[in-house]
């Protein structure tokens, strides 16, 4: 199997990969996403999108029509939260629908002896030979493993998520509210006037952390988590959608191995959570993905000739080095321009987290200190960020 009509191949078609996607489309390049499982992945319930994240769906051309889905939350900077299905769907709809091939599973990336291009080998036994290889394959990520980063830290911290549905309004107003009951985390806030997004947060080290759960069973788990809030928060989980309820385990990339590590190698990159995965206290993993997107777009555009893009793949093996050279020094750009806003906000993320829930209160209190020190306290700071025109 090879990729005909065009050579830059994404793996996954999460937000990222999919942001990525249209990005580059906006720019007049063609791409292949491709996706393991068989339809678009939607599941996560809801997903808070910051100015900055916002700033890049208006770039891609799905702000508007996302804006009509969520109601905006009363603070400062743009916040409002989606439904992720809306968010991936929407992307997914700038999309042909030949870009995005579904059953897709990447098991190994290595490269090409001779042209020193990408090849993908997909579960299926096929290979594609790929001019570029951008991998946004998320936390567990094949193509960040190929380039020798290390694999992602799981934390001992857990979420439950899901939607409730109040058809008659919910009476919690349209705050985004957090709660903290020692090493428990409510947190709610509308997507709708009568649709709520909700979420808990908490320790587990049990031995059966790796069992299934049903969902009356993370149901009942929610209600013993939410004993001693006040009654709203027993009452969302009590009435939430069964089939919303989702538990998930953080999971991170440490600050100092996005300093360390090497996320460029040939014409292959990695962006999104495969890069960056970072636990959600500060909201910005799927922003900080989708300024990924814009950042990669703009800089490999200009790079990747389009005379190619009719071209019979076995020219792969005389593409010139020159060409090659063009994408690597425009993926080194990429690289460049996002180092820095990506281990800030990874650290941030790092530190709000230690903020919350390490058991020493001397450590705590250092935190504190530097989060004052040097990213404003808790402060949105970071949201107004511009990662800039496509
Ligand atoms: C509890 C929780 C709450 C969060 N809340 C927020 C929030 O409020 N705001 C925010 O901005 N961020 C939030 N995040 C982070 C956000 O969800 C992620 O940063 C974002 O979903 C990452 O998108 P992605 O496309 O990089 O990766 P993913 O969403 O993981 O997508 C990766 C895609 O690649 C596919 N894939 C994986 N491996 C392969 C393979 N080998 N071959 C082919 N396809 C493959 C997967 O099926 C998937 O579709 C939260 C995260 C968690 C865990």
């Known amino acids: 199997m090879s990729v005909f009509g065009s050579e830059i191949v994404i793996a996954g078609g999460g937000i990222c990969g999919l942001a990525t996607a249209l990005a580059l489309r906006r720019k007049g390049v063609d791409s292949v996403v491709l996706e393991r499982s068989s339809t678009l992945r939607a599941d996560g319930g809801g997903i808070v999108i910051y100015s900055n994240g916002w700033r890049v769906l208006d770039q891609l051309g799905v702000g508007a029509e996302l804006r009509c889905k969520s109601i905006i939350m009363p603070v400062k900077n743009e916040f409002r939260c989606l439904r992720r299905s809306d968010l991936v769907e929407a992307l997914a709809r700038g999309l042909p629908e030949e870009c995005i091939r579904f059953g897709c599973q990447i098991v190994a990336v290595e490269e090409d002896g001779v042209t020193l291009f990408p090849i993908v080998h997909l579960q299926d036994g096929s290979t594609i030979n790929a001019k570029v290889l951008i991998g946004c394959d998320g936390a567990n ?8 980063m290390r694999q992602v830290t799981p934390s001992t911290l857990w979420t439950i998520r899901g939607f409730t549905d109040s058809p008659n309004g919910h009476r919690h107003g349209r705050a985004f509210v957090r709660l903290l009951g020692g090493d ?21 080290v049990s031995e059966d952390s790796k069992g299934e759960k049903t969902p009356e069973e993370l149901r009942e788990w929610g209600m013993k988590l939410v004993e001693g809030f006040p009654p ?33 190698r040939g014409t292959m990159t990695i962006a999104g959570d495969a890069l960056h995965v970072m636990g ?7 922003s900080c993905g989708l300024e990924d997107a814009v950042v990669l777009a703009r800089n490999l555009a200009g790079a990747v000739d389009e005379g190619q893009a009719s071209d019979h793949p076995h020219r792969h093996g005389r593409l010139l080095p020159l060409q090659r050279r063009r994408i690597e020094v425009a993926l080194d750009g990429y690289v460049r321009e996002r180092k820095l806003r990506v281990l800030r906000l990874s650290t941030q993320t790092y ?15 250092m935190v ?23």
């Open 141 to 148: 990520s094949v193509v960040a493993k190929s380039l020798g």
């Open 184 to 204: 428990v985390t409510f947190g709610m806030m509308p997507i709708e006037d009568t649709f709520m997004h909700w979420f808990l947060s908490f320790r587990w």
């Open 232 to 264: 709203e928060a027993s009452e969302l989980v009590k009435e939430s959608d069964l089939g919303s309820l989702i538990l998930t385990q953080i999971k991170y990339r440490p600050p100092w191995e996005l300093l360390l590590g090497t996320s460029r």
């Open 280 to 286: 959600p206290f500060i909201g910005q993993g799927g």
């Open 351 to 365: 530190l709000v987290g230690l903020m919350i829930y390490h058991p020493a209160k001397a450590v705590k209190l």
């Open 368 to 390: 504190i200190l530097v989060l004052l020190a040097f990213f404003g306290g808790t402060s949105l700071d970071h949201v107004a960020y511009d990662c800039g025109l496509l």
